[in-house]
Every structure is written in C-alpha cells, then in structure tokens.
C-alpha cells in the first residue's frame, strides 16, 4: 500500500511538472496578445464597492478594476474611437448602479457586462439586483435595453451621442451626486451641488424621475 501511494505521489509530481511547463510555455507564446487578466475570476460581493470617489474620475463618470488591469480600463475609456473594455472593468456614474466587465463568454448579449443596482449607505454597500438583461433601477427601467444602442463600438458606454435614450438627470446632480455618496463620509459638496440636489428632489416630488432617486433622499 506504501509503495502505491509512493509511486502515486510520484506520478502525481511528473504530472505538474509537466503541467507547469506547459503552462508557462503557453504564457510565454501568448503574453504579447493576450491580457492576462482576461483569465482571471471576477469575484464580486458588496465589498467590491465603496465610495465612488476612491475609483478613478474619468470625464463625468468613475472607472475602477478590479482585476488591477486600471491602466486597461482607462485606454477603453479614453479611447475616442470607442474601445472593448478589460475584464474586470467597474463603471459608475451614480453611487448606486454598477456595470461590471466579467469573464470572457459569461454572457455574450451584454458583451459581458454584468449590471448592478446597490443599495448604499454610512455603513457601505448591500447589492439590491444584479444580472445581465433583466436589471430595472429605480427608474423602472431596464439597464440592458438603455445601454444596448451603445453596443457596437462603444461597448455599451452611452454617454452622450452613443445612441442611448438620455436620462432627464445631467452632470452637475449626477455630480452632486458623487459628492455626496454616504459611503465616502463626509460629503464634498461644491457651490451649485445643493441646489442641484434641490432641483432633482422636486424632480421626484414632481414624478419626473419616477422612482428613480427616491431611495436616496
Ligand atoms: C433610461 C435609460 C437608462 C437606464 C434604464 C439605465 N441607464 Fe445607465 N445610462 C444611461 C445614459 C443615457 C447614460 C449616460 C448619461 C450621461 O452621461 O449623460 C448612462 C450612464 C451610465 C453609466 C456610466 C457610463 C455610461 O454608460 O455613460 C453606468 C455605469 C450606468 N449608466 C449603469 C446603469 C445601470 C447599472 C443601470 C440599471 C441598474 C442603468 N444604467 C440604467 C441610460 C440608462
């Protein structure tokens, strides 16, 4: 029985050696095309989110990755040509909605994108819905079916003039939104932002937001 167990312990070190071989021979032929972040595991859970403005301004929205790839995500988001953004990418124009870049093939439709509706307060982040194409925010609309004319070229990033219907809530309440989100803990107010925040109070008093920011006030 020793001896088996030997012989299997054995075979079991030629096996990885050989194994680890391959697998460094692989990496080496392909390191100059592939990303290899690309072949990593998105784990998300509500730790995976904080205060919006810890992740990295770019234009009026924020980019972060956590795969670390942050340089990859900032070449898509630069790039005025519009780019396919690295697995791994987090992008958020409001502290409580999410896309997420995950594995390559987890879901072909949303070019991988993983939507996310949070709920967030003092004490963090609690995810509320998450899923491809079937995500509604508080606006009672869905993620996917917004994002989508964005696909081609701009990998579902609408901003403004990728084709997306727009939103009725513009830069300076999404950015007195940021300033404000209560997992940063103080808020960073700038002058304008309380009465953007007034403005898009009536908004929602008024129903013209809908549902969208009612949670947050
Ligand atoms: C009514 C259509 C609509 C719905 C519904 C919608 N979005 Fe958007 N979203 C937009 C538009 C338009 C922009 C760009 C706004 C701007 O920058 O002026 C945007 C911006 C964003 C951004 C910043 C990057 C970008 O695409 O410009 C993220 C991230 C985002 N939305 C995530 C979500 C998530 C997650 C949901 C669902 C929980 C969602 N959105 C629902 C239309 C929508």
Not at 41 to 66: A, G, W
Not at 83 to 106: D, F, N
Not at 172 to 178: D, E, R, S, V, W
Request: hydrophobic share 40%; charged share 25%.
């Amino acid at each position: 029985m020793k001896a088996v167990i030997k012989i299997g312990q054995g075979a079991m070190i030629l096996f990885m050696t050989l194994m680890s071989n391959t697998a460094s021979y692989a990496a080496t032929v392909s390191e100059a095309e592939v990303d290899k972040s690309d072949t990593k595991v998105v784990n998300i859970d509500e730790t995976s989110f904080s205060c919006i403005r810890d992740m990295t301004p770019v234009r009026h929205f924020y980019v972060d990755n956590l795969l670390g790839n942050i340089e990859g995500t900032l070449a898509a988001a630069n790039s005025p040509e519009g780019a396919i953004y690295p697995t791994g990418s987090v992008v958020q124009l409001v502290p409580t909605e999410v896309m997420v870049k995950r594995e390559p093939g987890t879901f072909a439709a949303t070019n991988d994108w993983e939507f996310f509706e949070l709920e967030v307060d003092e004490n963090g982040s609690k995810i509320a819905k998450r899923g491809f194409v079937d995500v509604v925010n508080r606006f009672d609309g869905n993620c996917f079916a917004c994002h989508v004319p964005a696909k081609e070229k701009w990998d579902f990033i609408c901003e403004s003039g990728h084709g997306c219907e727009p939103i009725p809530i513009d830069h300076k309440m999404t950015g007195a939104l940021q300033r404000s989100d209560p997992r940063c803990g103080d808020t960073a107010l700038e002058s304008g932002d309380t009465m953007a925040l007034i403005k898009l109070k009536l908004m929602v008093g008024a129903g013209l937001t809908k549902k969208w920011f009612e949670d947050l006030f």
